[in-house]
């Protein structure tokens, strides 16, 4: 083990949820370090050896040398690159708080979050890093909301009016921040997918994956009250 120039001599290194631990040996004992993952950057194998390099945010570089560092290293980054809890961000989702007073709003909040949703369990199932990314695809996600938004509208007007056309409009002022958040995350996708083992870019992602999913428990919000003042055929 080396961190920068220092020799370490041996030891281990074990990954855990939130920190990978490096218990050095010594002759008085054991030694740990440890280092929260979201300290880490980046890590790489070196190419015909048994080194694997964690960079960390403050420049610092740990070099690992054992016949498992490939192993560490996929355990590492598959750890770094773990989901924040998405669904915390939609406080409305289920609540009173975003619920109005008529019949369809339940169903309706549930329509509305469905694409996200789907999204997010498709993420669960994913096996690369490439498909978790490919599971929130941006352009489908807001090709969903720009058809769920529509549905609403010709609900409550079944013709094609000015009626109709005034809410299609209003409803998607409305979801306008939500589609803006979507084409970020689709521009964050496209830089993180170019380099997958960049963690950086990675954590850009993901962040800019929990706005998109706080933006649209706000746009919901304001959208329930919209959609009141339509009425809805039964």
Do not use: H
Request: with cysteine; charged share 25%.
């Amino acid at each position: 083990m080396r961190i920068g120039r220092a020799d370490l001599g041996q030891g281990s290194a074990i990954v855990d949820e939130d920190v990978l631990t490096i218990v050095i040996r010594g002759p008085s004992g054991d030694r740990p370090i440890r280092v929260p993952l979201a300290m880490v950057d980046g890590a790489a194998l070196s190419k015909g050896t048994d080194e694997i390099t964690v960079a960390l945010r403050d420049g610092t570089r740990i070099v690992l040398a054992s016949p498992g560092s490939n192993q560490l290293r996929d355990d590492l980054l598959s750890r770094c690159r773990a989901l924040p809890e998405l669904t915390r961000a939609l406080r409305t989702l289920g609540s009173r708080r975003g619920q109005s007073g008529r019949s369809t709003s339940p169903a309706e909040q549930q329509r509305f979050f469905a694409p996200l949703l789907q999204a997010r369990r498709a993420a669960a199932a994913a096996t690369t890093p490439a498909s978790v990314i490919g599971a929130f695809d941006a352009k489908a996600l807001a090709t969903a909301y720009s058809k769920t938004l529509g549905e609403f509208a010709k609900e409550r007007f079944a013709e094609v009016g000015p009626s109709r056309r005034a809410l299609d409009a209003e409803l998607s002022d409305v979801a306008e921040p939500l589609m803006d958040a979507l084409q970020a995350l689709g521009e964050a996708a496209t830089t993180a997918g170019g380099s997958l083992d960049d963690l950086r870019l990675w954590r850009a992602w993901s962040g800019q994956l929990r706005t998109a999913f706080e933006v649209a428990d706000r746009v919901w919000l304001s959208l329930d009250v919209a959609l009141d003042a339509g009425p809805v055929r039964t």
